[in-house]
């Protein structure tokens, strides 16, 4: 790995100054079990490190109808914490493994947008607000497609706010080797109708309409097949494979909403 | 940069670059060569070491994100002559041929009983195993001496 300047700041407006200030490429750092793994390929060659773990931005606390989560809450502490939403815990319990949750952030994850990533499933099903240092973002608005969000340059989401469904569930087909999502479906049914998202099958998280609305038609939803055009093809999986796992997956994420 | 670690109880200031992974740090500094480099990929385990009592990748992990905390490893737990039950039962149920991943083993079995307490499951073992790979022994005695380490411990403490 380059070397680079450390800045530990202990609030917000010191690491957004921290930020501001260096001469060159700066970056957030939180978790960094994406950030440190790109780092050392030489994907990122950051000349500064602005640490967000001292900022007081970890915790988890409902209230009224929505559950709000501090942008450096580690997935085990989600999975642990997130006791309103089970279908959100259940998700926070399976990204990666063990070590990676003790140390894998939720503001990372979003900020991150990977394709494969579980938790934009989460945040689209659970209509998220996504809080930072300068406003707030719809998960609607925020999820642009493969690794882009909403954020500007140096935005720090500070912590998310998810609408406490009557019921949900996550299911998702893991990829044996890293243990991203080769489908994941997340499957929410609010007041006001149902969400369902789905991750690692396209180009980034996307919603799911027409499951949606056979769910709120309430018509049967096994015969739904999802498009396969738009979906990705890689040597893990061709695109009709994942279509016809979305259509699994879905299944497998009713049969267990909780 | 300078930071200070405490390691296996003991306080330690060091002066190392920031890029120093925390691994990088604890071999080639303190001269703690029981935590193993396997994959450098944050894939395998043999790096694990415990960070406030979680445990953790240390590849993963700048040195300087474990500044003034407490890390234990492997030298940490036991020694030749007092092994640490958890390392006894691996030894007992033969949970080791070349011993590479036995280390993060050994630091993963602890994790375990940190999370689910000392009766555990061949099953539970299994899955919260995922973040550790072993290339000799097809997993089966390392679960076994998880199981028993645990219970072993439960002993020790009572
Ligand atoms: C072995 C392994 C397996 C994994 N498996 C899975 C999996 O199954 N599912 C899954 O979803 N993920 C998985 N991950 C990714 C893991 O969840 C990451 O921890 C997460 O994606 C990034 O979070 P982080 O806190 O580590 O972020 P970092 O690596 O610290 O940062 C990631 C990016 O987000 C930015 N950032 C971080 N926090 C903020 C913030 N608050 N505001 C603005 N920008 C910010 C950083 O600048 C950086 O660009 C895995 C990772 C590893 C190493
Ligand atoms: S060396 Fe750290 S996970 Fe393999
Ligand atoms: S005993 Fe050889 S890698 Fe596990």
């Not at chain 1, 309103?84 to 990676?100: E, F, H, K």
């Amino acid at each position: 790995m380059r070397d680079f300047a450390l800045h530990r700041p202990a609030s917000v407006s010191a690491a957004t100054a921290a930020f501001a200030g260096t001469d060159g490429e700066a970056a957030y750092l939180a978790g960094g079990h994406t950030l440190i793994p790109a780092m050392k390929s030489r994907l990122r060659m950051p000349d500064a490190l602005v640490d967000l773990t001292g900022l007081g931005l970890s915790g988890i606390s409902r209230d009224g109808d929505r559950l709000w989560i501090g942008a450096t809450t580690r997935h085990a502490d989600v999975a642990t914490g997130a006791t309103a939403i089970p279908g959100l815990a259940c998700l926070a319990a399976g990204i990666g493994d063990a070590q990676v949750r003790n140390r894998g952030t939720l503001g990372g994850s979003l900020a991150n947008n990977d394709p494969a990533a579980d938790y934009p499933a989460a945040a689209l099903a659970l209509d998220a607000v996504i809080e930072t240092d300068r406003g707030s973002h719809t998960a609607d608005d925020f999820f642009q497609g493969m690794f882009t969000t909403a954020l500007a340059e140096s935005e720090i989401i500070t912590r998310v706010g998810f609408a406490i469904p009557q019921q949900s569930s996550y299911a998702k087909f893991r990829h044996p080797a890293s243990r991203y999502a080769m489908v994941g479906v997340y499957v929410a049914r609010h007041a006001g109708g149902w969400r369902v998202a789905v991750t690692g099958a396209g180009p980034g998280v996307f919603r799911w309409t027409d499951a949606e609305a056979a769910l709120n038609a309430g018509t049967d939803t096994a015969g739904l097949v999802l498009a396969a055009d738009d979906l990705n093809s890689d040597i893990h999986a061709s695109a009709e494979y994942r279509a016809h796992l979305c259509g699994v997956m879905l299944k497998q994420a009713l049969a267990t909403l909780a | 940069m300078q930071m200070t670690l405490t390691i296996n109880g003991e306080s330690h200031s060091v002066e190392a670059p920031a890029a120093s992974l925390l691994v990088e740090v604890l071999r080639d500094q303190l001269g703690l060569t029981g935590t193993h480099i396997g994959c450098d990929t944050s894939q395998c385990g043999a790096c694990n070491v415990l960070v406030d009592g979680a445990a953790v990748k240390a590849c993963t992990m700048l040195a300087a994100q474990a500044h003034g905390s407490s890390v234990t490893t492997i030298e940490g737990i036991g020694s030749e002559a007092a092994l640490h039950p958890m390392q006894a039962a691996f030894r007992d149920a033969h949970g080791l041929q070349c011993g590479f991943c036995t280390p993060g083993m050994v630091m993963a079995g602890l994790e375990i009983v940190r999370k689910h307490g000392t009766k555990l499951t061949p099953e539970l073992v299994t899955h919260e195993l995922e973040g550790n790979l072993c290339r000799c022994t097809g997993y089966i005695n390392i679960v076994k001496a998880i199981v028993a380490g645990a219970a072993a411990m439960e002993t020790a403490h009572a």
